[in-house]
């Protein structure tokens, strides 16, 4: 589930790595703007913004495919460092398509953005929440957690966050227990088998994962920290079938070893939010330059592994 529907309006939540200021310039300078708004493949060319109330901001959305999309954002309501509020979607010849109410809080020197979607009826809500998961909207809110994790920390990330309809206790189950975990994390068309599964701190999981007429890939696990039920970081490196460290066939400069933060956050009692980092360790110039690259690939299996856990989730 992208994000959460109540009546007419869709609303999500993130909590950033960086300061309040950090998150609001991002937002608001449109040299940084063009950094990261829009879904993975797209671009922005900003026209002209006026940062305040009764202001707009006229911009254009290049699609990958070469499609443009002309927008004029109109501010309703602009307080620095806390609130925007204001219509999307329209520009001269439409009407906008919702209006986005965004908050901006400081959370012990991280941020937290929580963002309503406000549609004229439920129906439309419903049928717009299907578009942007299709055109892979939420990967914009990934794409700032990434983009201030280079500015502010110098440090290359990969980020994606959801939410499920399911409590944090679950969830964090469905992350630890191999038994479920090989049900839902393989990506779309693969399974997986622990050949080794120690889900404790300091011990190690070693895996198989085989798609349809392919030969088997390792992978190994290294659990570096497992606090239920909030938080799970461990490391994982592609390895051979004696559990030797390789690098994966497909890519040639793909790091070493790549170290996962996940993050679970209870926004309800039966909605909970799942935030993945992954960041390479020890890796050269050119495993950076690979791991960004295929920034939108992981994305696409994220994505699909994440459509099975949901789907595993409404069976129980």
């Known amino acids: 589930m992208a994000s959460r529907i109540k009546d007419n309006v869709i ?23 063009a950094q990261w708004w829009g879904p993975r493949g797209f671009t922005i060319t900003t026209h002209s913004r006026d940062l305040r109330t009764g202001g707009h901001w006229h911009y ?30 329209g520009h001269q010849d439409r009407p906008p398509l919702f209006r986005v109410t965004a908050l901006f809080t400081e959370r012990d020197g991280r941020t937290q953005l929580d963002m309503s979607m406000t549609f004229p ?57 191999p038994e479920h975990l090989a049900q839902w994390m393989p990506p779309t068309g693969a399974t997986m088998r622990f050949l080794r599964a120690e889900p404790r701190v300091g011990g190690t999981s070693f895996y198989a994962m085989t798609f349809t007429g392919g030969e088997p890939m390792y992978g190994r696990v290294q659990y570096r920290e497992l606090t239920r039920p909030s938080r799970v970081v461990y490391l994982q490196q592609f390895c051979d079938a004696e559990e030797r460290v390789i690098r994966p066939a497909f890519f040639p400069h793909w790091p070493l070893a790549m170290r996962t933060t996940v993050e679970l956050v209870a926004e309800e009692a039966q909605m909970t939010r799942v935030t993945v980092r992954w960041e390479p360790m020890d890796a050269t110039a050119e495993d950076i330059a690979e791991f960004v690259q295929q920034r939108t690939g992981m994305t696409g299996g994220w994505t699909g592994s994440f459509e099975k856990l949901e789907a595993l989730l409404q069976t129980r």
Do not use: C
Not at 64 to 87: I, S
Not at 122 to 129: C, G, K
């Open 60 to 89: 254009t959305m290049h699609g990958p495919d070469g499609t443009d999309y002309e927008n004029t954002t109109a501010y309703l309501d602009v307080v620095p460092m806390q609130r925007l509020v204001y219509d999307h979607g």
């Open 121 to 177: 009826t439920p129906e439309v809500a419903v049928q717009m929440s299907g578009f942007i998961r299709q055109a892979g909207g939420e990967s914009t809110w990934d794409r700032l957690a990434e983009y201030l994790g280079k500015r502010h920390a110098g440090r290359e990330l990969f980020v994606i966050a959801r939410s499920f309809a399911a409590d944090i206790d679950t969830l964090y189950t469905m992350w630890t227990d």
């Open 11 to 33: 609303s999500l939540s993130r909590l950033y790595d960086a300061p309040l200021q950090a998150v609001w310039d991002a937002w608001t300078q449109p040299d940084e703007v």
